[in-house]
């Protein structure tokens, strides 16, 4: 949807896909899963939402992580 909105603008249905994000100054949709992904994780593991981060994410104390002492696995 994201491609074809950006083919519709004045000048730009010429354009590369690569070449409209960069002229628009737009992220790829890729990129913006990622940043909403990291977004969901800090949510989750802050208790800002209703998900039991126990059930998706296991925690192990480490004193090697330079801030903070928390490192993560994936438990799926």
């Not at 890729?30 to 949510?43: G, P």
């Not at 802050?46 to 059930?55: E, K, L």
Request: with cysteine; net charge positive.
């Amino acid at each position: 949807m994201y491609k074809k909105n950006t083919e519709r603008l004045k000048g730009f249905s010429v354009l590369h896909y690569c070449e409209r994000l960069n002229k628009l100054e737009a992220e790829t949709l890729e990129m913006r899963r990622l940043k909403l992904d990291l977004v969901m994780f800090y949510n989750i593991l802050h208790g800002f939402v209703d998900i039991d981060a126990g059930s998706l994410f296991d925690t192990i104390n480490c004193n090697v992580i330079r801030g903070h002492s928390l490192r993560f696995e994936n438990s799926m």
